[in-house]
């Protein structure tokens, strides 16, 4: 019986580690007509940011406490932007960030700018820690989605 127990909780081990074999994020980019702003939605695997930030910090980091939200905002501003036609980084505001075991999903705005307003994407959230890590980016025009994606070599693209 033992074993058996023994070699159950192997597989699930086994199936734990391969089941985190991609690294990946999903940004859902997108106008709000009610407030009058770009909304900007990250979702990444928890796993990978804690990873970065104890990578880049030497220690573990709470999402909840004010200070190391900061520290997770200061590096998701440096590697994410939006740019208007003349290259000027758009005012991209943090709203907040929530967190559970499997997801941190990050929410940002520019205020009172329309999706038109923006027209190039820059993104190397966690590409730059995890040489495998893809991100994707879906745009939202009226109903109508675009889709890119980023990795290491593909850091920046015109919005579809």
């Not at 990578?55 to 200070?67: I, M, T, W």
């Not at 820059?122 to 109903?143: A, K």
Request: charged share 20%.
């Amino acid at each position: 019986m033992r074993r058996l127990v023994f070699g159950a909780l192997l597989a699930c081990a086994c199936l734990a580690a391969q089941a985190h074999r991609f690294h990946a994020g999903i940004t859902d980019i997108s106008f709000n007509p009610g407030t009058g702003s770009i909304e900007v939605v990250h979702t990444y695997m928890a796993h990978d940011v804690e990873a970065l930030l104890a990578n880049l910090y030497q220690r573990q980091f709470d999402l909840s406490d004010p200070q190391d939200e900061a520290v997770l905002r200061k590096y998701v501003e440096k590697q994410f932007y939006l740019l208007a036609a003349d290259a000027s980084h758009l005012p991209l505001r943090w709203v907040g960030v929530t967190t559970n075991v499997e997801t941190v999903v990050i929410y940002q705005e520019v205020e009172k700018i329309p999706l038109t307003g923006a027209a190039r994407v820059h993104d190397e959230v966690l590409s730059d820690f995890l040489p495998d890590q893809i991100n994707t980016i879906n745009v939202n025009r009226g109903g109508t989605i675009g889709t890119l994606t980023f990795d290491r070599s593909k850091k920046e693209q015109a919005l579809p």
